[in-house]
């Protein structure tokens, strides 16, 4: 089995920084990409950015210049540094992750969401 477990979320003031991370545990062969959602009230599940395996990146540009992925391959773990944050950045925030598991399967796996508030 495998879990995708997050850490770092809170409230903060605008202006501040955050910094996530979302480590993946379990029966896991290879991590593939991995990356950051956000889901506000209301509206739908979007993506943050992303990472490949290689270290390749991508961003939404609501955060362009302001967040910043990176992971570590030898723990399965992503991060998601967040700078200068907006009240707009207010969300609940999933780490999701493609994987290979031992067992030959090629699965999709999301965390539980950690809640990032940021007041004006």
Do not use: H
């Not at 609940?92 to 950690?114: F, I, M």
């Amino acid at each position: 089995q495998v879990q995708l477990v997050e850490s770092g979320g809170g409230l903060v003031q605008a202006g501040g920084s955050l910094r996530l991370s979302c480590a993946a545990s379990g029966r896991i062969f290879r991590v593939n990409d991995m990356g950051w959602y956000r889901q506000a009230p209301g509206k739908q599940r979007e993506l943050v950015a992303g990472i490949t395996s290689g270290g390749r990146t991508n961003y939404a540009d609501t955060v362009k210049g302001r967040f910043t992925i990176s992971r570590d391959n030898a723990k399965n773990t992503v991060y998601l540094q967040m700078n200068s944050l907006k009240p707009e950045d207010t969300a609940v925030y999933y780490c999701n992750a493609d994987l290979w598991e031992y067992s030959s399967d090629y699965a999709e796996y999301w965390g539980q969401g950690t809640q990032v508030t940021v007041s004006s």
